[in-house]
C-alpha cells in the first residue's frame, strides 16, 4: 500500500461526502423552479442524504472491517459517482431525492473506510498527521459547500 496514494485517495472520498452534503444548498431555489418542486421536496434533497450518511456510518464502518476498507470504500464511491450521474438524468423532484438518499448510503460507505484505510497504511505513531490533513479536508469542503 502506497501511504501518499492512500492519503490522497482518502482525503479525496472525505472532501466528496462532505462537499455533497452542503453544496445543493444553493441550487435548491433553481431546483424548486425547474422541477416545480415544493419547498418541502427541495428540502429533503439535503436532509435525505444527510439522514442516509449519518445513520449508516457505524455499519458502514463495520462493513470495513469484516470486508476490508478499501473494497468497500470502492464500492462507495462507484455507487455514489453511479447516484451523481442519475441525479443530473433526474426527470423530477421524487427521483432526485430518492437518488439523494442513495447517494448518501454510498457516501456512508466511503466516509468510514477512509480512516480504515488510513489506519492500514501508516504506522500508529505517524498516524497523527494524515488524520489531521482527512480532518481538516472534510472542513474545508462542508464550508466551501455553499460558496
Known amino acids: 500500500m502506497n501511504p501518499r ?46 439522514i442516509a450518511v449519518a445513520g449508516l456510518l457505524v455499519f458502514a464502518g463495520r462493513l470495513g472491517d469484516r470486508y476490508g476498507h478499501h473494497r468497500v470504500f ?38 468510514p473506510a477512509t480512516l480504515g484505510m488510513l489506519r492500514a497504511a501508516y504506522p500508529p505513531d505517524r498516524l497523527r498527521t494524515p488524520i489531521a490533513v482527512r480532518t481538516a479536508a472534510i472542513g474545508v469542503a462542508a464550508a466551501a459547500g455553499p460558496v
Do not use: K
Not at 479525496?12 to 418541502?40: K, M, W, Y
Not at 442519475?86 to 447517494?103: D, E, F, K, N, S
Open 74 to 111: 470502492g464500492i462507495g464511491m462507484l455507487g455514489f459517482g453511479a447516484a451523481s450521474a442519475g441525479i443530473a438524468l433526474a426527470p423530477g423532484v421524487g427521483w432526485v431525492v430518492g437518488l439523494r438518499v442513495v447517494q448518501g448510503v454510498f457516501g456512508a460507505l466511503s466516509q
Open 5 to 50: 496514494l492512500t492519503l490522497a485517495s482518502s482525503v479525496a472520498g472525505a472532501v466528496i461526502v462532505a462537499l455533497d452534503g452542503t453544496v445543493l444548498t444553493l441550487a435548491q431555489p433553481t431546483l424548486q423552479r425547474e422541477l416545480g418542486a415544493s419547498f418541502a421536496q427541495v428540502q429533503w434533497t439535503s436532509t435525505g442524504y444527510l
